[in-house]
């Protein structure tokens, strides 16, 4: 199997404290793989690590099958990158500041640039300046910057930071129609999990810096649990009834109104029927699966507890 990114007890320390400690991580060729991290938990250092703008205290870097090295630089220009807040040239314009890059990348192509700004949604705004942007306009425009010469890899640090519900549903499709047309490798990190649930092959669990977890997406739901909610006003009643009447002794009293029922063995029509014979109202009652939301939560949470 080809890597992009092959990381081995990648550490960075700053004035004695490990912002990123021991951290072994595998980015396949033509994946999208998800960061998921509280803010200050590394996910920024990294991606700098592997652009180079800040060297690593110990560990190693593998890229493109390559050891990084202090002075490696021609890499660069196969990869596209937008780390922490989007800088510009004010006094340029958009399309100013994207010809820029071009030349600095060696890249000409003016229809390139058009198809950027297309592409983020940003076809009229070539001739504005930066800082008459809006934040998730700024974000939309370094984006652009990031994609404009097809790279094979793309680091992308909150892509959808400030964006409106209908600019990161068309940010989740350009980052799709990146990956599967383009065959772009990607490496996103967000704090809206839901986002990466819907948009990732893998994902990385960081917090405190060191990587929690790194698993597949499919291998998470398919071990996620499926269960049962139930939300009645008479929850006390409920949870005897599927105790006494049922037989059911795996389940979860979530609050006041809800509990969680895992023995799935048990048809939620006889769930159902039997609540109601026992007089219990049912506000809802549904099959679910346990979310990348809640799943991230527990592996956050469960660190906290052996910590």
Do not use: W
């Not at 004695?16 to 998800?34: D, F, L, P």
């Not at 490696?72 to 500041?97: D, H, V």
């Amino acid at each position: 199997m080809d890597y992009v990114v092959q990381t081995r007890n990648l550490t960075k320390t700053f004035q004695g404290h490990n912002a990123v400690s021991n951290v072994t991580m595998n980015i396949k060729q033509g994946e999208i793989y998800g960061f998921l991290g509280p803010n200050g938990s590394g996910k920024s250092t990294i991606m700098k690590m592997l652009t180079n703008m800040i060297k690593p205290s110990h560990g190693e870097i593998t890229i493109f099958g390559k050891p990084l090295k202090h002075d490696s630089f021609e890499y660069l220009k196969r990869i596209g990158s937008m780390i922490e807040y989007p800088i510009f040239y004010e006094k340029m314009t958009a399309r100013e500041n994207l010809e820029l890059h071009c030349a600095y990348m060696g890249y000409h192509s003016k229809q390139a640039i058009r198809d950027a700004l297309d592409r983020v949604g940003l076809e009229n705004v070539e001739n504005k300046l930066p800082k008459e942007l809006s934040l998730g306009m700024r974000q939309r425009l370094c984006v652009a910057r990031a994609i404009i010469t097809k790279p094979e890899f793309l680091i992308l640090d909150e892509p959808i930071n400030g964006l409106d519900p209908a600019g990161i549903k068309a940010m989740r499709k350009l980052f799709k129609m990146l990956n599967q047309e383009y065959g772009m490798t990607l490496l996103l990190s967000s704090h809206i999990i839901g986002e990466i649930e819907q948009i990732a092959d893998t994902i990385g669990v960081i917090k405190g810096g060191k990587l929690m977890e790194e698993a597949s997406m499919d291998s998470i739901k398919e071990s996620n649990t499926e269960y049962i909610e139930l939300v009645t006003s008479n929850q006390r009643k409920a949870a005897m009834v599927l105790h006494d009447k049922l037989g059911i002794n795996n389940f979860k009293v979530v609050d006041d109104q809800t509990i969680r029922i895992y023995a799935t063995e048990v048809p939620q029509s006889s769930i159902s029927k039997t609540l109601i014979l026992e007089d219990i109202n049912i506000e809802s009652i549904d099959k679910k699966r346990t979310t990348l939301e809640e799943y991230f939560i527990k592996k956050v949470e469960l660190d906290q507890v052996v910590s």
